[in-house]
C-alpha cells in the first residue's frame, strides 16, 4: 500500500483543520466527512491518534467539490480492518 508522505516543511507551511470542525466550513456532516475518509476519498494528516485535513484541501473542495480531491487521495485507501483515515 502506497502512501503519500508529507516532509516536516509541508506539514510546517499547512494550516491543519480538526476534523470535527470541518462540517463548519463545508455543508456536509460529520459523518460523511468520517465516511469519506475511511473510503480514501479524503486526504488527511495524522499526528497520533488525531485526525486533520490541510486547510488548502478544503479551499479546493470548497471551489471544485469533493472530485477535486478524490484524485489526489485514490492510491491510499486504508485497510478494510482499519477504521482510521487513508493517508497522512
Known amino acids: 500500500m502506497k502512501k503519500n508522505k508529507r516532509t516536516l516543511e509541508d506539514l510546517k507551511n499547512s494550516t491543519l483543520i480538526p476534523v470535527m470542525l470541518v462540517p463548519e466550513r463545508i455543508p456536509v456532516s460529520l459523518a ?3 465516511a469519506w475518509i475511511f473510503q480514501g ?3 488527511v494528516v495524522r499526528i497520533g491518534r488525531r485526525v486533520f485535513i ?3 484541501v478544503l479551499e479546493k473542495i470548497e471551489i471544485g467539490g469533493l472530485d477535486a480531491v478524490s ?3 485514490i492510491s491510499c485507501l486504508p485497510p478494510s480492518n482499519y477504521l482510521g483515515g487513508a493517508c497522512d
Open 32 to 34: 460523511t466527512v468520517r
Open 41 to 43: 476519498k479524503l486526504p
Open 54 to 56: 490541510r486547510k488548502e
Open 71 to 73: 484524485e489526489e487521495s
